[in-house]
């Protein structure tokens, strides 16, 4: 057991990085050539326009005021300042409630460390355990976080009921703090879908499973269906086609467009020579050509390609996938085919909600029932095998990566390898890196899993991710640090034990394990905000974009990469700190200001991030709740079990009953929650969905829904190259005539697209352009024709970009009430 | 051990016994005086009249037809030619797949009869381990049964991987049959729902949990919440008033009315002395008074209390339960709501399908939300605590009811006791009673705990008894069986256990078990089966009445007690057998001819018990099924692991490998049927209620559904404390006016109501007439309105009863195809 001291060490080095990286991140966020990086969100909400058109040139890219660098911490200030119901229109009620969980952390643990140590630690410390087993021991060392810990209390004492006196006010306290967040969590869902913006997915239902038919093409059929089982309801359709192939071309278009700007830029730069390239693979190797028309002949021969498969998807009825977008006149008939069973037969005609249109995973919309079910059942194995067999395939590679086989297969090493130090590097580290790029590898597999399962939204395919990272994170990062030997290992232990003494097993291990933990915090979670402040990766890629493939200003929005919360593997991390701040909330109470401490810092660097960068994919309205409140109350009931079990070694059997209850309550407070909340984040009510409806027939009787929602659920790929990566909605969102957001005014368009794009003439997009232009067009039309009594919160001032402070107003829909003016200063 | 010859006398004795049975029932059931007792459903169903009316005095109760008592096993061929649809059309669904249940025993165990036979049977009984164990032990005794199961294959033999192959055969044919018979099943019940007449159930949902409103009643809140968030399909509402108190009244006076009879009975036939009673409990004591006088006043008194709960009921506000019977103008509109959530608090609005009004359990309706979880939690620790230490209350009554506390409480019986006889009974036998009396009270209970967790439906109740009555069995008549001591110990043993030393220890024991199973099955099985055709208590209940109380020939109606299927008893025990014969199939499968008899047997004597005897109170349409099938197939999972346990203790470990597989497949196997059938039995699909719905639309364009409607779900004591047991929806659907049954033409009421209430005329009926008699002018004048292409299937031959042989024509909308002419010989 690491001393004192040691931990001392341990949290000086990460207390050090951790400030290093916040410096490095303080002085290069405030370098006008990295706003791009540290800022994106403002340049996508078109607030902020790009640094180098103002000012002198060598302030274009090095920031020289001095007493900027002084205030160097003064984001933290302004990442707190921004008020809740202004994040939730700035970034999204899924980024507001994230933080969220950071903030229930702190909810649940300042409490319990408070009575912690005013309880448990002077319970603990007066124990002396360690001084009568020292007196029997010669050899028996011990340090001071020992003495803190229940370890130091002598089996059977009565001190021994304070500490389940203690789990009983923990639990309490917890399932305190987590139903009154479920509760406000539920209510500013609510709040905010019945303050939404008219969205095509609140009108529309996915069907898939389609059944053939003799007669009629899936289209006629999905008609036909839909006009008999909903007649009043039923609006129109939109047929899904399978342009995985297509996609795939337009995703190669860009790599080589890219390429072809880069040759280009050299060849701008230096004039007096062709770039070449090679043919070959990454242009390794090859025919040497040169650059510029080879890649130029390339993208000519794949857009021809395209246009052929283009018109190859529309025209075959084979590509059209049994599957289909079916919209109503009112969010009711949507709601109704949504949570109603259509057919007898329960594996066709399935209806649920429509994802968003920027959140549909178009891959997946073509698997049949059959081999969804197949999938299912192959991914349940293979997550199994990950996460309890996880260390064979790589102790396989470990040993094929020997020097004997490296030898065998790059022969001409042979002289380097059999070098003194490179043969210790590679025995010693080797197997070490194996295992790292294994763990960096493993959300990707992980994603790939949910991907393979079939999940057709990408908030589905995130949500399933962070459910199998958490299995993995409980199972090999926490048992496994408890217990050694593989997850394969105590998984046999565990079956061959009786399951009472499993938490016997486990619990013993806990106080022994509390130094490593602490380590654990330290470096995973205090070094690891910090680092994910810094944005080391992003940086450096959009300096290496910016110098190679950036020709216009829009190159340069298209260098700059935002990024998003990463939901599959942020969340079952936060776990795993629930997890081990409940569990050593009773044995080791010194654990838990660590805890808090991750949980403040990581609280206002990801409010800083979703302020300033991160761009959210989708938004799901929290649909997330209900799974971050399970995880935690699966933590609380492991730390009950853990501590039971624990106890029953510490011979407190007698008292071991008095926690049986625990358990059993906990879980039914987790039945009460699911049956009161968990239907707000699965359902949309009837109720709420007539209020919109009538309110929305209200003020608007001359909507044109159906032109509305004609091209909302085309493939991007139908909807032109150009705009791929930007599907329309968001552009309609913009436009929706009720209110009109700032954003309208600023810029229509994030990446590709000409001006005249953005501004909805696009009447040139190339292919698909089946609606595309009428929608805009219908909007423009409404917006000229609304009275001028609904035309409020219209007035939007500009981005008053004067020496980097600027005013930010906000104008919503949601939240017209708080109008605060609200002088945000940005350094 | 008990040897073969052991097994061939218990076989004797019980298949005497049944037979003796099978005698007395031929016998019995030839006598007219019994016919009400065994064929009452020809006598509900109008078809037979009594046997009092014709033929000579002697003939009238005696059969004197000698010819008759030589043909006593007519009645089995006679229940088997009845052709399915039939049955369905004559029995009721549920009844008609009741007896499937049998069928499919059957199906599942011939085959796998015939298989273990022809390769287990000679592959243990060469296995020759008792032999070469009987070599080297002397005192080793083992019989024949035990030479042909698998304890005499020696450990780690070869011979094992015939068994596991086997293992794998039986499940795959177990599962094809489960299979075939859920898509079977699944078919019948479709094609069932879709011919199903109008009944107001398929109109109508259940709302509970109406919110209190200031300024609303709750009827007029209802009204105004469907109006606004259904408002096309909205009809019309019932409230419901808590009228428990009142419903106790009409049958406490039923009970008075009776005694009043029996008196007035006594007083005819014997007119020279006034009969006398006690005013006590049950005339057992208290002062001695004229009982016709004392009853008559008595049922005064009452009736006028009656009037005034009943006015007070209806007139106070608070005797309203915020529950609601919510009708809509179309099964579309009802499906869709109660499919879908209303309101986004999902504690309020809760709507699913109303039961059959016949269906409602009233006492129910009134529990509130929060009320209703805390009584489910309770239930589940009371559930628990019945299956798990069902022997400790049962053993405190039993140290009670000793010698010396008897004494205590009736000093008087002392000198008797203390006669050593006595004694010797009272020690030897009074705890078997008691346990006797427990267990034949363990319904009951099981049925209270169903009706205290608040179930609204009596098929709820019924489901979650089996449910309930099916865990007790498993646990404390298999488990029990198999290990001995109670549960509780058991519990304790296995979770002091490892979770895979449990189905060693299970399994160890199962083969040695064999013989007492056997045993189990012929007495609990056979004789049981047999004892339940003869009906010895509704028979000796029938002629007491017949004695006492019958006056007119209604009466005589009213002492008929057809009883019904009891599902939540007779379904769990049929799994035990289900359970029985996969667990010996692969060990001992000896038992197999056994299991396959019980059920042969069983299927004939219900199959004769659903046509001439039992009437359901309701009819779900086999919504039973997904239970059925997952309890076989859990009786098939607890086979497999049992069968592993055992190949683990015969030193096969490497084999057993072979068996993981298998529970793994079967629980997929299980999750794939869920998905392809269960909610086929759970939700009605919009497409088929939209058939429906254009269906009648179009047939009957002027139907006033809301007349038909309207006193559907009043509670039956408003209907009248004359039409108490009759709910009028079986008249409604005997009136439905586009196909016409026979039985509207022979009798209107099964129980209570004079002829004219019968034909529809009761506007004399008494008390909460609201709409009663409305309904049934309605329906007469639709009748006579129709078209005359729609009377099709309208003509009926009466009862052409000619020596007990008649004809049976069968005219239904559902099986009109199918008009064959079937003679059933009836004797």
Redesign the interface.
Known sequence: MASLSDIAVSAAINCLSAVLFLVAFAILRLQPINDRVYFPKWYLKGIRDSPTSSGTYVKKFVNLDVKMYLKFLNWMPAALRMPEPELIEHAGLDSAVYVRIYLLGLKIFCPITLLAFGVLVPVNYTGENFEEMSANMKDLTYNDIDKLSISNVAPGSKRLYAHILMAYVFTLWTCYALFNEYRIVTKMR?HFLANEKRRPDQFTVLVRNVPPDDDESISEHVEH?FC???P?HYLSHQVVYNANALADMVIMKKTLQNWLTYYSNKFERNPNKRPTTKTGFWGLWGKNVDAIDFYTQQIETLTKEEEAERERVLNDATAIVPTAFVSFRSRWGA??CA?????????I?LTDWAPEPRDVYWDNLRIPYVEL?LRR?LMAFALFGLTFCFMVPIAFVQTLANIESIQKVFPFLKPLIELESVKAIIQGYLPGIILKIFLILLPTIIMTMSKIEGFIALSTLETRSAGKYYLFLLVNVFLGSIITGTALQQLQG????????IPQTVGVSIPMKATFFITYVMVDGWSGIAAEILRLVPLVIFHLKNTFLVKTEKDREQAMDPGSLTWAISEPRIQLYFLLGLVYSAVTPVLLPFIIVFFAFSYMVFRHQIINVYDQKYESGATFWPDVHRRIIIGLMISQFLFLGLLNTKKASNATYFLIPLPIMTF?FF??CK??????FK??????A?KKDTLEKATEPGLNLKMYLQDAYVHPVFKGAIEFERPRVVDEEENSPLVLTKRSFHRHGKQGGTSEDRMGISETSKGGSKAGPRVITAQDKLLTSKPPRLRRASQICGPLKQGYNFELRTFSHSFTESQNRIGTEFP
């Open positions: 609510l269906f008999v089982n909903h009043d709601a109704v949570q109603t069973q259509q057919s007898n037969n329960p594996t005609w079910k059942l565990f079956l061959n034990q009786s399951p009472t003494m039914w039945r009460v049956g009161r909340f968990e239907s707000q359902k949309f009510p009837l109720e709420d007539m």
